[in-house]
């Protein structure tokens, strides 16, 4: 009922309307134009994630070089890496003591294990770009009971976020390495144990305990800083992401995506796109139009880079698609997207409007 109270405080014109949560009894809301809203990513070189919810009209924007790997709060035990900043993994061969591991030892992973350079068989290296982490693919295996029988592996800590500066209508998402490391990753109770060290370090292996908190998707971790920190909101509070996105091209491999949109589909949030040009086709757009069958919640990348026109010719909006989404609520909201620019022409200011249904 989160919502209900938070068009209740809304000022303006109130209306009698059916209640946007397909599962309430109707009630009494008022009347919105909804809001227009500037997502803090932070310019260029684009260093922030930022999660935002519709239903409280709330923005959280976390830095997206805090984390490393992050640990699935469900039933499962999965880990995935930070794709923001381009990591990979791979488990290294034959491997059962992570002090055994050396940049010798792996020397010629090192040279798979990447991001890019448009290669099919870099896939492997990273997670699941749908997101359907449950059921999907990890880099990281499933981490066992046993814990023999979790195997060791090589981490690709990708890129750090640039600080310089980039031309108008340029992005950069990244700069030098970030370095190796190697991680094992345990059961712990109900919750997980990292251990991880650099690679030539052969005595003081760190470890990290991580609890499950069901509230989240993720917890997250930095082994970078050696803690646990916060980046999502709870599952039930953000409904989508702006993001550095490293995404898969068919057939070509890995590639980083600036400007992404992910929805929250881990947390029950579906969408689909609607082609129809000009905003006179987005203002009339009403509950009744909503098509169930279109809606997607298997995958994030419902929207991601599919909003914009990023070329040689410069970056736009795309002015013939607008979006529906569904949050893990049951509520309905269109959403367009009016700008990814600033007024000097700097890509990572991204503008949308929105509107409850």
């Known amino acids: 009922m989160k919502k209900i109270l938070f068009y209740l405080l809304i000022g303006g014109t109130f209306i009698t309307q059916s209640c946007i949560n397909d599962n309430d009894d109707p009630i ?7 809001f227009t809203v500037d997502a803090k990513v932070g310019g260029a070189t684009q260093p922030n994630q930022v999660w935002f919810d519709f239903g409280t009209n709330s923005m959280v924007s976390t830095k997206r070089g805090d984390w490393d790997l992050a640990f699935y709060s469900g039933n499962e035990f999965k880990v995935i890496l930070n794709s923001s900043v381009a990591m990979a993994a791979a488990k290294v061969p034959n491997a059962t003591d992570i002090k055994q591991v050396t940049a010798a030892s792996v020397a010629t992973l090192t040279s798979q294990v990447v991001v890019g350079p448009y290669s099919a068989a870099n896939i492997k290296y990273i997670d699941d770009v749908k997101g359907n982490i449950p059921s999907g693919y990890t880099a990281i295996e499933e981490v066992k009971a046993n814990a023999s029988e979790n195997g060791i592996y090589l981490v690709n800590m990708g890129v ?5 500066n980039v031309a108008a209508g340029s ?12 991680i094992q990753v345990l059961r712990q109770g109900n919750g997980y144990k990292v251990r991880y060290a650099q690679l030539d370090e052969t005595t003081n292996i760190k470890e990290l305990n991580v609890t499950k908190n069901s ?18 909101p709870e599952k039930k509070n953000w409904d989508i992401g702006f993001t550095v996105f ?3 091209i068919e057939g070509m491999g890995t590639y980083v995506y600036a400007d992404f949109i992910t929805i929250n589909n881990m947390g029950g949030a579906g969408a689909y ?6 905003t006179e ?18 995958d994030q990348r419902v929207i991601g880079g599919n909003w914009r026109e990023a070329g040689p010719s410069g970056s736009q909006v795309k002015s013939n698609v607008f979006y529906v989404i569904k949050d893990a609520e049951g509520y309905y909201f269109k959403l367009r997207f009016k700008n990814m620019t600033d007024e000097k022409g700097e890509r990572g200011h991204p503008q949308f409007e929105y509107k409850p249904l």
């Open 28 to 34: 009494v809301v008022p009347k919105t134009d909804g």
């Open 160 to 164: 750090k976020v640039f600080t310089g």
């Open 171 to 182: 992005v950069n998402t990244g700069s030098e390495s970030r370095g190796w490391m190697k």
């Open 215 to 232: 509230a989240y998707n993720y917890s997250f971790v930095s082994l970078v800083n050696n803690n646990d920190v916060v980046i999502q």
């Open 246 to 248: 490293t995404n898969v």
């Open 273 to 278: 796109e609607v082609n129809a040009a000009g």
């Open 281 to 298: 086709a987005y203002n009339n757009f009403k509950l009744s139009d909503i098509d169930q069958s279109k809606f997607v919640y298997n």
